[in-house]
């Protein structure tokens, strides 16, 4: 599988603030790769330096197999991207938009613009000025004017950010779409891990600008512990017992009275069991599994395991 993004040591400082950090970067062809981090983390920063808004301090960037530096103009013409909120104007039609920026990027083809409304289920929509749009049909709106010059690699910041339930499902409907029918390789940033579960073939997980980790989606299942969840009325007192009544040392405690047990799996019955008798209500009981939101927890050092 070829590469299509990669960084070596890639660095942005801002004065004496250090935004992103030597990181390295890879995104295969024709993948769906999760760029992870919390608000702030340097997701927008990095994306920036992709697509050469903002230019590295140190480091390397190569798209498609060449370096980004020598062969910028080129290599962009083969590059979608929504960074922030996408602007258009707002008295037009969503084809006058369209239109627009067709011209401006030196688009010829006829149905250009009509096969990327299309494509984004805004065709019906052409007589609606675009400041009647949702902010859903507005990021749809961005991903169509993306798809205007039929990009090999499509650059998504915070796609879903801001939008409704049914908003977020149509836009993962749709980027699942452009990755199976039109073999766009896409890159998703979000710190929305739910979405991005249901999305990637693979993430990487960025915190306060170093990239921590790069990680297969399949392997991450493989490595997701299974464990009992409690839901009690004191978090301080349960974990007392469970160490010192019952000797268990690998569990978590988290927010809103939730604790996880990642052994004696089990004997569930039996720490209920004990937890009552130590006058530690247990409101819930279940086994269950973790997911990305508990691995990016635990990575970024919101809770320890032992």
């Known amino acids: 599988m070829s590469t299509i993004i990669q960084t070596t040591n890639l660095t942005k400082k801002y004065g004496e603030q250090v935004s992103v ?10 993948e769906i790769y999760g760029f992870l981090g919390r608000n702030g983390a340097g997701k927008t920063t990095t994306i920036k330096m992709l697509l050469g808004l903002t230019k590295p301090t140190e480091g390397e960037i190569e798209l498609f197999g060449e370096t980004l530096l020598r062969n910028k103009k080129r290599l962009l013409t083969r590059i979608g991207a929504i960074v922030e909120t996408p602007g258009f104007y707002e008295n037009l039609t969503a084809r006058e938009n369209l239109l627009i920026n067709a011209r401006i990027i030196g688009i010829h083809k006829k149905r250009a613009v009509e096969e990327a409304l299309e494509t984004v289920g805004l065709e019906k929509e052409t007589k609606k000025l675009v400041g009647k749009y949702s902010l859903g049909m507005k990021q749809r709106l961005g991903i169509a004017r993306a798809l205007l010059h039929e990009p090999e690699l499509l650059i998504l910041d915070e796609p879903t950010n801001g939008l409704d339930p049914i908003g977020i499902k149509e836009m993962r409907k749709l980027i699942i779409s452009l990755a199976q029918e039109r073999n766009i390789t896409i890159l998703i940033s979000s710190h929305i891990l739910f979405e991005v579960e249901q999305l990637a073939h693979r993430i990487g997980i960025i915190h306060k600008g170093e990239l921590l980790e790069e990680l297969d989606m399949d392997k991450l299942h493989t490595l997701n512990k299974k464990h009992i969840e409690f839901l009690v009325s004191d978090e301080s007192k349960a974990a007392y017992i469970l160490e010192e009544k ?8 988290h927010e809103d009275g939730i604790i996880r047990v990642y052994s004696h799996l089990y004997e569930q019955h039996l720490i209920n069991k004990e937890l009552v008798l130590g006058n530690v209500d247990v409101f819930q009981m279940k086994l269950s599994e973790d997911h990305l939101e508990d691995y990016f927890i635990n990575l970024v050092g919101g809770g320890t395991i032992g």
């Open 21 to 30: 950090h030597r990181l390295n970067m890879t995104v295969k062809k024709g």
């Open 246 to 253: 019952l000797g268990i040392s690998r569990y978590q405690v």
